[in-house]
């Protein structure tokens, strides 16, 4: 009987292993995204260059339907490269006040407000670099942060076309930034809290869609989490649970084998 409670304590602490970590701390519950470690960059053109370009990028869930956004990330020198996806299904008029914008909480402490390690992206209007404009918390709210280099640390380009996700035109947004001195993950890990907003100037009825729903850029500890991954997307995540079940149910095994040796 001892050794059965033994086993199963062992299959119960296997899993918490095996199991991703969740962070209990300041991102909504039940919004994540996982940032897996991508086949090949991107190409940042504002479209689907290749049939396969983002396939190795997971989405956002639970995602709206007026937008889908992807990431992933690759290594191709001395840093780590984030690579971002936009199809702002609902949205194909050129408006000044169209924007896209992300938030990142690098070190996932929440806040009320934004804190000193958390950066906010915008783009307005269809500028190209013209209209990108980066901010730092400050504890109270945001300061216009200027330590970063268009087409070297942080580039942007969009197209109205159509994709394999949505044939109809719409506005497709592709970016490209580095770790360093943007997504500086190196104080907190690679579980930053982050937020995607997007909006249509000619649809002001409809407001900010944002990811999570609903959040303020001004708000971190509602924002959601990204989990950085340290290999590819499965070809399909639902396999992942099988997996790790099955590699549980493997550990367990050993178990069972090995301890009536040491009797
Ligand atoms: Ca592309
Ligand atoms: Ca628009």
Known sequence: MKRIVLVVLSVIVLSMLALPTVMVGAARAGTDIQ???????????????TATEWTDAATATPIPASFVWREKWTMPASDIIEWTLVEFNTDNTNDAGDYFQLCFDPGNNGGAAPQTDDIRIDYIGHAG??????YKGTGTGWAVYTTWTWGTTLTISEQRTG??????Q???LEMMSTRAGIFDTSGGGYTPGIRIAVYDAS??????????????RDNPTDWGLETGVYGAIPESITMVP???????????GIILVKRPKLR
């Open 163 to 168: 994709s394999q996700l949505n044939p109809a």
């Open 35 to 49: 940032n897996y470690l991508g086949a090949a960059d991107a190409t940042v053109d504002g479209k689907w260059t």
């Open 129 to 134: 670099q013209a209209g990108v404009t980066l």
């Open 170 to 172: 719409h506005w497709i």
């Open 242 to 252: 099988l997996f790790l079940i099955g590699g549980v149910a493997v550990a367990a």
């Open 203 to 216: 649809n002001s009825a409809a407001g900010v869609q944002a990811w999570p729903s609903a959040s303020s």
